[in-house]
């Protein structure tokens, strides 16, 4: 044995043994909560369980009143609470489409920037009665617990198979996703205020500008980050396994970059995310598989770290004034806030109430938490006890009835195709072509002999574990394994002939209105036929199908739905380049979500006092007609 290796054997003697052996004991342990954690997913969806408040239950379990593993780091868990929360940010913005920011940019921005500010005022006023905190306290408890949870919602609507409609789904995706910088501004900056003593006299113009300067900054790195990250994986020829490593890495690069600029690095990675993802970039395929299991590794790390940071004894003692936060958050403060910020846009009262509805707090929140205690507040454990509480009712109260809230709504669309088994696959280079392969599902309409467009290039056809070329397959069955080459953006085209046939209820049915009528048909026409109606003399001398694309914004999709007073024009459904093909008409529009005067928008407000004033006319008139009547006959 030579010299080293015994240097190495006495290292390992003593406390090296043990250090090596905790090591090890860390590893184990922390894989194997995350094994438990991705294995809940099991019980998750079969239950329709919020998986996150699994993840963060199993943290619970396995903290220091649990199975006792003491994690009380809390500089460590914002680190990486605050790495993963930029990882989940970029898939997000990835994630969405610019016609979808641009439908619901306004509002959306609305909510992240005034909602904010409103819910931590709202919730500072409640924490003042119930904790009896001053109102800055209060404030920063508020600001805290005042945005969205961006894992929470993208999980629930990407993934919790919740098909709402696009302009909704929009407006919360976009809003979780920018509310985040105002919340953690908020945080920070009352922190420092409270800690320096400052109070209230701290609020001035260098406050303001110095926010105005992290999210300037934050959207300017964010849009040249991604025009980097489009540039660098557009030009460079890499190994294709390296490319969603690189982009990673890149993100996670403008991360830090903006932040030491300071910027906002929670906006920036998002605009990253949003310009890279709306760019034709190589290997995208592969990149976007990369993205949802780092992005699922990034939300299991994030939860468990702050389930084990937190101690369920110290709950007891705070529990009934948390309880009452949250429910004060959850149907007052949330709901007035969105109501408030809204007003000025088109959004029905159904769907106000459900954005009331889904605004779930969760890591974010906890993370904040966290900052009271770093920064020195007397009250720091205090502030993440209570958030804690709060996050946890959220996730239970909110999280659990997304779902059944969205039905009961009637927001859920329809399915427009059935079962789909499709797979996406790369080509090298700056291909002009996209390469998929479906499965035959039984029952689609390729099986009952609709023809696949001539656009589309079938090349190859697996039948019982043969290979065959498509000529020679003849028609196809059941189980076929198709591989075709098609024109970029035209895969939903090929979609509905490959999935099997949409189930349709009757309530589906009816979704969709009475009967259908042409988009190109002039909105006067429509407003001669069916009477009266809320539209403008410019909207009256569009088409249909303008007019809908006017209401919404943008591009409409399928299900969106336009009202003109008493009928209701729905997009039944859109042609290969996103123009409206079908529109349907009820002439029962969606009744009110409730009578009271409550998450209406200006046009109903408007309506409901002219409606308001006209029967008090009449009624008056009627009075007048009777007073006369009387002095005439004695």
Not at 35 to 56: D, E, H, I, N, V
Not at 122 to 140: Q, Y
Not at 188 to 200: K, N, P, R, T, Y
Request: hydrophobic share 50%; aromatic share 10%.
């Amino acid at each position: 044995m030579c010299s080293s290796d015994l240097v190495i054997g006495e290292q390992l003697n003593g406390e090296g043994s043990k250090k090596v052996e905790s090591f090890y004991l860390a590893v184990m342990v922390a894989t194997a909560l995350v094994l438990l954690a991705a294995f809940s997913s099991l019980l998750a969806f079969r239950f329709g369980a919020p998986l996150l408040l699994l993840f963060l239950g199993i943290g619970l379990i396995a903290g220091v009143d649990g199975l006792g593993i003491d994690f009380s780091n809390n500089g460590l868990a914002y680190v990486l609470g605050s790495t993963a929360l930029a990882v989940i940010l970029f898939d997000s913005g990835y994630g969405t489409t610019l016609q979808s920011f641009r439908t619901a940019a306004l509002p959306s921005l609305t909510l992240a920037s005034f909602g904010v500010v409103l819910t931590a005022c709202l919730v500072g006023l409640m924490a003042m009665l119930v904790l009896d905190f001053s109102f800055l306290e209060g404030a920063l408890l508020g600001s805290i617990v005042a945005s969205t949870d961006a894992a929470a919602v993208f999980f629930l609507l990407r993934i919790g198979g919740i098909n709402i409609r696009d302009k909704v789904r929009s407006t919360l995706e976009v809003e979780s996703g920018t509310n985040d910088p105002m919340a953690i501004f908020l945080t920070m900056a009352l922190v420092q205020l409270l800690a320096a003593g400052e109070g209230a006299s701290g609020f001035n113009l260098e406050l303001l500008q110095l926010f105005v300067e992290q999210m300037g900054i934050g959207f300017v790195f964010g849009l040249t980050g991604g025009a980097i990250i489009h540039f660098v994986l557009k030009r460079l020829t890499v190994e294709r396994g390296l490319s969603p490593i690189l982009m990673l890495a890149m993100a996670l690069m403008v991360f830090g970059v903006t932040g030491v600029a300071g910027g906002s690095g929670f906006l920036a990675v998002y605009v990253a995310g949003i310009y890279a993802g709306n760019r034709k970039i190589p290997a995208r395929t592969t990149i976007t598989r990369f993205q949802e299991g780092i992005t699922w590794l990034a939300q299991i790390i994030m939860f468990l770290v702050l389930g084990l940071l937190a101690t369920p004894s110290e709950f007891l003692s705070i529990l009934i004034p948390s309880v009452l936060l949250g429910l004060f958050l959850v149907f007052i403060a949330r709901p007035l806030a969105v109501w408030l910020c809204l007003l000025p846009f088109d959004y029905t009262q159904r769907e106000m109430g459900f954005i009331g509805w889904v605004g779930l707090r969760g890591a974010v929140s906890i993370l904040l938490g966290i900052v009271p205690i770093i920064g020195g507040l007397e009250d720091g454990q205090l502030y993440f006890n209570t958030v804690f509480i709060i996050v946890m009712m959220s996730l239970i109260l909110q999280g659990w009835t997304i779902k059944t809230v969205a039905t009961r709504l009637k927001l859920i669309i329809p399915p427009r195709i059935g079962a789909i088994d499709k797979v996406e696959l790369d080509l090298p280079g700056n291909a002009n072509h996209e390469l998929l392969s479906y499965r035959v599902a039984p029952g689609s309409p390729v099986v009952l002999g609709e023809r696949i467009p001539r656009w589309a290039h079938p090349s190859l056809v697996i039948r019982d574990g043969k290979s065959m070329r498509y000529q020679y397959a003849g028609r196809l069955q059941e189980n076929d394994q198709v591989y075709l080459f098609i024109a970029p953006g035209y895969s939903g085209l090929i979609d509905r002939l490959f999935a099997s046939k949409a189930p349709v209820s009757e309530s589906d049915a009816e979704f969709f209105g009475t009967f259908q009528i042409a988009p190109n048909r002039p909105v006067g026409e429509v407003l001669q036929a069916y009477g009266p109606m809320s539209a403008s003399e410019t909207e009256a001398a569009m088409t249909v199908a303008e007019l809908i694309e006017h209401r919404i914004g943008g591009k409409a999709h399928y299900g969106d739905r336009v009202r003109l007073h008493n009928i209701v024009l729905i997009v039944v459904d859109t042609d290969e380049h996103g123009r409206i093909s079908k529109v349907g008409v009820s002439m029962e529009p969606v009744a009110p979500a409730t009578n009271l005067p409550i998450f209406l928008d200006f046009r109903e407000i408007k309506s409901r006092l002219r409606e308001y004033f006209a029967k008090r006319n009449r009624l008056r008139a009627i009075r007048k007609l009777a007073a006369s009547q009387v002095q005439k006959d004695p």
